[in-house]
């Protein structure tokens, strides 16, 4: 049984966004798994603290996991799998406004994302993890700008999915091309 596993972003919650739920009933429809955990200190996320979770609560994964990533969701994934052992492997990932740089941040925003932004990825040990990735964007995000695009298909191989108008998707109902990703 494929069990997806879905990191919510930096405010958020296991409700938060709309298409939470659908995903949910999508997934439960095809007898698969959604798994949300409520992340730690979501309004001041720690990058040690988001990942430690992960690596707490999530023990046994195989060519039927997936995840999926809400903005900093996105980063606590390709973290948590740049730390498994050697030989792991998950099916997939979906990054859904998942960023690298960020842009219209306050300055109390700015604090927090630092570690985020400046913490490096080792994408060389997140792709011996996972090899199937898709990355989506909306063309108005107000604080993910379209050159995070690159970086996915760059440093990751991403296949990536440009939307309009579905700012930081926050306000998104269903997101179709996760299904259609995971498949039967």
């Known amino acids: ?36 955990f409520p992340m730690p200190n979501t309004n001041n996320p720690k990058i040690e603290e988001w990942v430690g979770l992960l690596e707490q609560k999530i023990k046994n994964i195989d ?7 809400h903005s900093i969701g996105c980063q606590t994934i390709m973290r948590y799998l740049e730390k498994l052992p050697e030989g792991k492997k998950v099916g997939g990932c979906i990054f ?3 960023w690298f740089n960020l842009k219209g941040l306050e300055k109390n925003e700015i604090d927090i994302a630092k ?17 199937k990735f898709l990355a989506l964007f909306s063309d108005n995000d107000p604080v ?5 695009t690159k970086i996915f298909r760059e ?7 440009v939307k309009h108008n579905e700012g930081h998707f926050n ?12 498949g039967e």
């Not at 990751?156 to 999915?161: D, T």
Request: aromatic content about 12%; hydrophobic content about 45%; some cysteine.
């Open 1 to 36: 049984m494929k069990k997806v596993y879905l990191i919510h972003g930096w405010g958020g919650s296991a409700t938060s966004e709309g298409w939470f739920g659908w995903l949910k009933k999508e997934l439960d429809a095809k007898g698969r798994e959604l798994i949300i």
């Open 63 to 69: 060519k039927e996991t997936y995840f999926v990533g």
């Open 96 to 98: 859904v406004a998942g």
């Open 115 to 131: 570690p985020w932004l400046e913490t490096r990825i080792n994408f060389n040990k997140v792709k011996k993890h996972c090899n």
């Open 144 to 148: 993910v700008p379209l050159s995070n």
């Open 155 to 161: 440093k990751l191989g991403a296949k990536v999915i």
């Open 171 to 182: 306000a998104v109902q269903e997101i179709p091309e996760i299904i259609d990703f995971i």
